[in-house]
């Protein structure tokens, strides 16, 4: 009967922590939509505390932490909020390792602070784990891309060849060392792209991205005959984004009501 008891005690001690967490989680909720995030964050912690199984409660403190990130901010304060997050959302992870807005979270993160080889992982366990997200697609081409522009633009400015020069870069043992590092990596960015645009066809973000990767990597053709062949995949590209993005501002105004009115002019 002494033990029946004490168990008895110790069920009801787990339910009434288990309905103060997710009143704290409530009450952080409600600080969060405020934008209230120091707040949000005591509230959320607590609820970890009362109920550290609750992954809810554990995937806003995250969040909570992460709105409070700044990117491109240095000190010390920012640099603890972006580790903060990062150790919530992997604890959640811990409990939860298919959990997708932990892992899509996380490599945000490393995006936000331009960890591009960082982000590309944790993209690429998202896709896993995700196949169907065009967004996490999308976000591999877009690092691809931020990892070779930056060599790409230092070549043609070292070779004295400005923004709107036309391709391809003219001196041949250049192109052959950008190929050998990063052409794998545009092959990459634009079979990611392409699964992005396979999953929504009206991805305009994506087509830019197609026609920026397609448009540079034809700068490392070895024929003029090339060169001009895949800038014309890229102009298609260009133009198909610049048609997505006007028929879907057209949707957008008429769903809107496309700023009709019948009220006269006073």
């Not at 409070?68 to 150790?87: F, T, V």
Request: aromatic letters at 10%.
């Amino acid at each position: 009967a002494l033990i029946l008891g004490v168990a008895a005690l110790a069920v009801l001690s787990v339910s009434c922590n288990q309905l103060k967490s997710r009143d704290q989680l409530n009450q952080g909720v409600q600080a969060f939509k405020s934008a209230q995030y120091p707040e949000a964050v005591e509230h959320f912690k607590t609820a970890v505390e009362l109920d550290p199984n609750f992954p809810t409660a554990r995937l806003y403190l995250a969040t909570a932490y992460m709105q409070q990130y700044i990117p491109g901010s240095i000190s010390p304060e920012n640099d603890q909020m972006a580790k903060a997050a990062y150790d919530q959302f992997m604890k959640v992870l811990e409990q939860d390792p298919k959990n997708n807005l932990a892992i899509a979270s996380v490599a945000s993160l490393y995006l936000s602070q331009n960890k591009w080889d960082d982000a590309q992982q944790w993209f690429e366990k998202l896709t896993a784990v995700d196949p169907g997200n065009a967004e996490a697609y999308y976000s591999l081409g877009f690092v691809a891309w931020s990892k070779w522009y930056p060599a790409y633009g230092t070549a043609r400015a070292n070779l004295g060849m400005r923004q709107e020069d036309p391709g391809p870069i003219k001196d041949k043992k250049v192109r052959d060392e950008l190929k050998a590092q990063y052409g794998s990596v545009i092959d990459g960015g634009l079979k990611a792209l392409d699964k992005a645009l396979e999953i929504n066809p009206d991805y305009d973000d994506a087509m830019a991205y197609e026609n920026l990767l397609t448009r540079e990597r034809a700068d490392l053709a070895d024929t003029k005959e090339e060169y001009t062949a895949q800038m014309k995949v890229a102009e298609d590209w260009f133009q198909k984004a610049l048609a997505t993005k006007k028929r879907k501002a057209e949707q957008k105004a008429k769903t809107s009501g496309g700023g009709l009115t019948t009220e006269q002019p006073k």
